[in-house]
């Protein structure tokens, strides 16, 4: 009897450590594909004589990394790449596909997706000394409201042109999405009647009938085609003030309103990204294991590592019959990982350096 309990033990071993070994292959080619994902990008080429496919690949690979660079750099520092040569793009490529391929009059077409090595991107950008941002989504209640100071009219929706035309053009590398407020009669009338001190009015009545905490109001001030903008981003509570001038600008003109757009946009999109900079010259290594009988809870973490821009990466380096052990290397302090990992719901026991995911 005490035989048979020997070699049932020594099954049950062996099953664990094939489960173990599994497990360990699974999260390191998790591990290899940190990416950057950039998708749905067209391009398209006459097919000539000398066509060659491969030239449409690489328009594809260089049209997805500006796009990757709009979403994650600011407006000044992506003038710092504006030229790479197309053999450096492609060292920092993982994988791509070719999602649909069309030939129609004459012309080839092709959608592709492409990845992105992580690791290697924040390594480009680091020898340029550049910081990249988190490519956080963020919806903003936005309420530009435009103030004629040579009539002393107020205008909310009506004969507010910045605000119908402002949803249009958008961006796939756009990190900002924009909530129009609806046209309400109560809020003219409280934006009405606060008109003498329009500036430092805070719009509380307005936002709270919102369920969107944070917001953008624009006071833009006409004085014939001279233009003050005065913009008040709130973000967790934190209002920031940016004023803007804008000389020889008609904002009853189309292109002029485009160009006033695209302006502000790119604005608000940099404090944005500022806002959620990356210092890629702090890399913190932390320890943490994580029982390994969780199997679910070990790839749902695994899932949230890979998707957290902060970590810079991330394996497996050593498996026992009671845990999982990790290496990450995260570009931030550590107060910043906890408190990162405790918004979705992962907390650690600190007391020791090998932290322990509760």
Known sequence: MLGIKIIYSKNLYKIFILLSLTLFFFSTAKFQSIAFDIENIEISRPFELNFDKNKVIDDGFDKAFSELMSSILNSTDQKKINQIEINQIKGMIDSFSIKEEKFIDEVYSMNIDVSFNKKAIYRFLEKKNIFPSAAFKKKFLFIPVIIDENTNELFIFYKNDILSQWNENKKNSDLIEYI?????????????????????????????????????????????????????????????????????????????????????????????????????????????????????????????????????????????????????TFNGTATVFLKVMSSHNYNFDTQNKLWILK
């Open 180 to 328: 129009l407020p609806t046209e309400d009669l109560e809020d003219i009338n409280l934006i009405k009647n606060n008109f003498e001190n329009i500036e430092k009015y805070d719009f509380n009545e307005v936002f709270s009938k919102y369920s969107i905490e944070d917001y953008i109001i624009v006071l833009i001030f006409k004085n014939n085609n001279e233009l003050r903008i005065l913009s008040r981003i709130n973000v967790n509570n934190q209002i920031i003030l940016k004023n803007k001038s804008f000389s020889n600008l008609d904002i009853e003109k189309n292109d002029d309103i485009k160009n006033l757009i695209e302006d502000l946009k790119v604005i608000y999109e940099d404090y944005w990204k500022n806002f959620n900079l990356i210092n890629t010259s702090i890399k913190l290594p932390i320890n943490i294991k994580v029982q390994s009988l969780e199997s679910e809870k070990i790839s749902d973490f695994e899932k949230k590592l890979r998707e957290t821009d902060l970590v810079y990466d991330f394996f497996v380096y050593k498996i026992d019959k009671n845990f999982v052990y990790y290496k990450l």
